[in-house]
């Protein structure tokens, strides 16, 4: 195990819950432009059946113009003493019930076309109907960081691009990184430990891409995790989760 200031008391690495929703209007966010997608999408994994990213899901320009934005929403500071089982999550977030925003990241970007692709539908653990609305935006400015924690399956409803209302499950952690190194931040890697242990020997540490997506099996198969505190600049990324018709 690797010394840490940060590391816990013995006792399972808590989980993830977000808190629920405020339900305020959505925010109007900028248009997917130039149109996605913009490269020939390819799921890359990372860690067989268990994380898998796409490279340049959004053009660094489209990163710029959402980061501009972002930073305009009121973030608020979560508080650095989580509630009982809950991790450590030192960041700034923003959180929207956005089923039209969810749709457009699904529909309107090429994610659809790549997921539910001949090779990838195995993967997501059922029929796949689309994002959940629950939007989440974070900002790590230097010194934060979102300790080791597991991910939760949760029920959720998916409005469909049709209308139509679906009993969905969430499968899958989806990260969307909007800055990176080359953008001046430096650390906030997302690292998973695959056996249940912080340990630096075992880490399998993903450094952030500008327009970077990964997704990660979450639930009973979630890999412990953590998003690394960053030391330099700001990491931004937006974060919703894959559902399966339930
Ligand atoms: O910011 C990261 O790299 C990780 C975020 C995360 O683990 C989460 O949203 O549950
Ligand atoms: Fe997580």
Request: include cysteine; aromatic fraction near 8%; proline fraction near 8%.
């Amino acid at each position: 195990m690797a010394k840490d200031k940060r590391s816990k008391a013995p006792g399972p690495p808590p989980s993830a819950t977000p808190a629920k929703p405020v339900t305020t209007t959505p925010p109007s966010w900028p248009p997917f432009k130039p149109s996605l997608p913009v490269v020939d999408l390819t799921l890359e994994s990372l860690v067989e059946d268990k994380v898998v990213v796409l490279r340049s899901f959004f053009p660094r320009s489209l990163c710029r113009d959402y980061v501009a934005f972002l930073r305009a929403l009121p973030l608020t500071t979560t508080p650095g003493k989580p509630k009982r089982g809950e991790a450590v999550r030192v960041n700034d977030r923003f959180q929207i019930d956005d089923a039209r925003f969810a749709n457009r990241l699904w529909a309107e970007t090429g994610l659809k076309e790549v997921l539910l692709s001949e090779e990838a539908a195995h993967l997501w653990g059922g029929e796949v109907v689309g994002l959940n609305p629950n939007i989440r935006i974070y900002r790590y400015s230097p010194g934060q960081f979102f300790d080791a924690h597991y991910d939760d399956s949760n029920n959720v409803t998916v409005t469909t691009e049709t209308g139509s209302q679906v009993s969905a499950r969430t499968t899958w952690t989806l990260l969307l990184y909007l800055t990176s190194s080359a953008d001046g931040c430096i650390g906030g890697e997302t690292v998973f430990y695959p056996h249940d242990r912080r340990s630096a020997k075992e880490e399998i540490a993903v450094s952030l891409e500008t327009g970077m997506l990964l997704l990660h099996k979450h639930g009973r198969d979630c890999m412990l995790h953590e998003g690394r505190e960053v030391t330099a600049g700001e990491k931004w990324v937006i974060r919703t989760d894959l559902c399966i018709k339930w």
